[in-house]
Nanobody, 121 residues
Framework: QVQLVESGGGLVQAGGSLRLSCAAS????????MGWFRQAPGKEREFVAT???????YYADSVKGRFTIYRDNAKNTVYLQMNSLKPEDTAVYYC???????????????WGQGTQVTVSS
């Protein structure tokens, strides 16, 4: 079992930055792929970024060049640095852990409770 706790969300103006953190329980954090997804009101949960156990990273086209995912295996934590935020980035952001790196929700077994990010124009 893996428990995930996100933090770092909040309200920011367009063009600003936020860093989300996701702390994971368990001793096998480094073997998991860690992903970030987001869900805006009335929309489906969508892929944002993922970091595999081997160091590979993938991003949604909508955030490429603005967001960076990175992990600190010693701290069992994965981060999402979000720069140049836009109002359309407003959503609840979820951290997820899975055995295989992927871009769809069904490939992840464990989920955090989510953290709200609101970008004002």
């Amino acid at each position: 079992q893996v428990q995930l706790v996100e933090s770092g969300g909040g309200l920011v103006q367009a063009g600003g930055s936020l860093r989300l953190s996701c702390a994971a329980s368990g001793r096998t954090f480094s073997s998991y792929a860690m992903g970030w997804f987001r869900q805006a009101p009335g929309k489906e949960r969508e892929f944002v970024a993922t970091s595999g156990s081997g160091g590979y990273t993938y991003y949604a086209d909508s955030v490429k060049g603005r967001f960076t995912i990175y992990r600190d295996n010693a701290k069992n934590t994965v981060y999402l640095q979000m720069n140049s935020l836009k109002p359309e980035d407003t959503a609840v952001y979820y951290c997820a852990a899975g055995r295989k790196i992927g871009r769809v929700t069904r490939e992840y077994d464990y989920w955090g409770q989510g953290t709200q990010v609101t970008v004002s124009s």
